[in-house]
């Protein structure tokens, strides 16, 4: 009983998708380094489809496999898809996160939501802002 | 490269530590309390080992409590004195914030059962003052307990200074001496300690195996209840087997301690200077009064747990914050003490050495820390934003 | 000719338990609360004792909490439902007055604090009924606490039956099986055991370390303050060596349960049918519910430490009365309890014996006592008083 | 640090003087067996002087130990020696006793005063009664 799954060392250790996309359609970032945790995910999009997805995260593993793993969990889907991501879908993937660590695959479905809603806002595209999460709430 | 750098959460035993120990396993296993030769040979050695442990510590055999560990022994000395306190009607108890949660637990324990704690405040290097102390005691103060050293940045407090004042004012002093047994010279005469605890697996000895010496006329409480082991103090058929490999332990590494304590400072010494230009780091803890052993800097701008996890992968075991307070989310009680807002706490890594460790292994750890730190800054948004200068640098 | 009869104060660790340890005290050597690979493997081997522990006890592995011994988990079942109870205001706890010392002192702690205690009288064979509990649970009992087997006279209690009564009436059900485990089955589903003891160093495992099962929904309180190891049960870095080992020594043991059982108990009975043909004595405990191990008797007209001494002499290990209760000039609390007199209780001999343990040496063994009683009793002025008929005998 | 001294082991395992004496001169019974320690002293005397000293002992090895030394101690002394041997002498002579042991040594020596207060009352011969102990207390 590792801490980690192996699934969880591998995109720690692996990270796919790391990086920034200097002209993103679409910037998302949660948490605060006070708590320990930043996640920041770029998107383009392309026809809404998310063509290309990247993160920046400052946080533990089990923060950066998160980051990692549901910019390739929404990597050429469409929004719609990325709205729908979960982060219990996250930590599954992922096969499994400590208790104590669920809150990393909620910062994960968070950031790309406010992506989302960020691509739709600069773009002036209608959107049911209950859809998203609260921006301002502290805990994480 | 694999390296161990990890001494302070425990150690690997020592041949010393283990050659002691194996005798009593499957040749001198008796019960000390049995009255027949095999016990009776089991329980000459519980006193010799007893005898070992109280020369180094300049105290009689029988001021020794034989312990299941460090944790026990400090809360088997503290609670020994709250009972005594009360009895006085002395219900206050005075100890630092970056004590162990194996004291300040303890502590919140009594002061849910209306003992009244003073926390001092420690100042940036995590050093209290004699004249902190001083002024902190009152009438009703039963009990100053400050550890020796402490156990994530290192700090060795003026332990002595503290115990003359209590002397004087006549408060029983303890000091967790975890960390810096047998790395710090210990005389509790000298020292005017009346209570101390040790733990065998921070010096290359056997878990599960801790020590309390008490002064002579100190009425212990006992934590657990049974038969009339060690003078009624503590319960329990005594591990033997573990009680003399700690003996043997001790006795090797307060025999070894100016040769293992030079050569352990000269490695840490080095780790702290190349580690120190690192740009936007900070050295934790006192660089004088310091462990021989202990290394505890803050990298801005990542996170401690991830920056362990990449050097596990390039073989090298370290610590960030202490080992036991892992499963938690805080950062470090200690690294927030000694001033460090929670952004910085977070990015701290501990490097605790022992003698076995070489010049190549430290090396090897300065390469490998200054990429790995590198390496995760590239990934951080808090570094991309201090380094665009949208937000400002801490440190 | 040595011979160790002493199998009940403490064991021999076997060679599976000690290879058991040695990797983890030089290789595998972390503290399971660290990080790093190092830390992790332990933690990873603290998981699979768990589990080796769990599926023999037939509970779930996080039922388990793993302590310094017997004693220690004694107190901390008897604490914790004492807490749960006091909650709501049940404050009545029901035990025998046969228990070990951890249990009755525990107990007389809590007689302090305001809990009132029964203690129920055995039979003369050391046998409570699963009646006389029933009769004694009221409604503010919180606790029934009764040992699984006596480590003096070997007595077995219907435990089965005791729990299925306490589980009934919702009362919580703790049994010591130190003595009892692993040479009766244990399955605590089955036996509706509620919390249970175990200590490793009387199954040749290592000393200074036990176990606490505990019914999951069950809050354990704390009996030490620290980090949050054992699920925040047990703090204190754990005793990774031991534990591996006492889980090593616990499976082999359940493994070979029938036929060591066999091998033991034809030892013993052959033991008891020739002891019970020296005149004027007594064989103390239940012929029947007897552990595997234990021969117990009383010879009229001496004392039992001089055989003791003599018997050592001729290289047999044994012991009178419990050896945690040696330093005290009282007799036996159990002996009395079955109600020998005093005269009687004094002059107790306890063979206690393992499946090493031959036929040769059962042959030695009732030689050299036989001889010795006979010694012993030509020197006694009471033995000369029964003889000539100035006092009467009682056995 | 054994349990006894290598002396008090030598005279529990080969104890000196132990036996009875038929024709004693006196006899001295201490103990009771609900404490586990009965020792009775039989002494031969001759001209004032203990021409002969036997002991039986119900109890622990010190007790045995503590008998038959004191029966040594006073073999072929004046009786006046005998009424001056103190339980710290014996405990001395067997190269110290365990602390709860001491009472050994202190029925050895009533042992030895009742024996001899057994010959007085006997023969006739007046004595101070302070000088021995009292038979009727309970406590050892
Ligand atoms: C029945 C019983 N309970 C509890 C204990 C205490 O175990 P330990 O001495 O390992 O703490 C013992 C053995 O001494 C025992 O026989
Ligand atoms: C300063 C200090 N005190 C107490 C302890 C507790 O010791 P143990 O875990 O052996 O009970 C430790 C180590 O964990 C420590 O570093």
Redesign the pocket.
Known sequence: MALYSEKVMDYFMNPRNVGVIEDADGVGEVGNAKCGDIMKIYLKIKDDIIDDAKFETFGCGSAIASSSMATEMIKGKPLAHALQLTNKAVAEALEGLPAHKMHCSVLAEEAIKIAVKDYYDKNRIAYDPNQFPDLDHEEH | MKVYADNAATTRMSRVAIDAMLPFMDTFYGNPSSLHSVGQEAAEALQKAREIMAQHLGCEAREITFTSGGSEADNQAILSAAVLGEKKGKKHIISTKIEHHAVLHTLDKLSKQGFEITLLDVHENGIVTPQQVASAIREETCLVTIMYANNEIGTIQPIAEIGAICKEKGVLFHTDAVQAAPHLPINVNEQNIDMLSLAAHKFHGPKGVGMLYSRKGILLTKIIE??SQERGNR???ENIPGIISMAAAFEDACTHMDENSAKVSALRDKLIEELSKVPHSILNGDLEHRLPGNVNFCFEGIEGEALLLQLDRKGICASSGSACASGSLDPSHVLLAIGRPHEIAHGSLRLSLCESNTEEEIDYLLKVVTEEVEYLRNMSPVWRDLVSGKKQFML
Request: proline share 20%.
């Open positions: 049974g038969g319960p329990g058929t």
